[in-house]
């Protein structure tokens, strides 16, 4: 079961990468966008399946962490 530990972090870690990745892209998205709303939406309706995306492989990640050590 050590391996499915690792291996849900080594998932969980790169869902946390694309959190930040997409956090990124929606600070860069309202500094081009000024005052601009219709940008900033546009910009944010991109990003949205990227960070659900994200949010999924992390929280998979971790059940497989919590069941490698619950079988461990």
Same mark, same amino acid.
């Given at each position: 079961? $050590?391996?499915?530990?690792?291996?849900?972090?080594?998932?969980? =870690?790169?869902?946390?990468? !694309?959190? *930040?990745?997409?956090?990124?892209?929606?600070?860069?998205?309202?500094?081009?966008?000024?005052?601009? $709303?219709?940008?900033?939406?546009?910009?944010?309706?991109?990003? =949205?399946?990227?960070?659900? !995306?994200? *949010?999924?492989?992390?929280?998979?990640?971790?059940?497989?962490?919590?069941?490698?050590?619950?079988?461990?």
């Amino acid at each position: 079961m $050590d391996a499915l530990i690792w291996i849900g972090a080594l998932v969980s =870690l790169i869902g946390l990468g !694309g959190i *930040l990745y997409c956090i990124y892209l929606v600070r860069r998205a309202k500094k081009t966008a000024g005052d601009d $709303d219709g940008i900033l939406r546009d910009a944010l309706q991109k990003v =949205l399946p990227m960070n659900l !995306g994200a *949010l999924f492989l992390s929280v998979i990640g971790l059940m497989m962490v919590v069941v490698g050590v619950l079988l461990g």
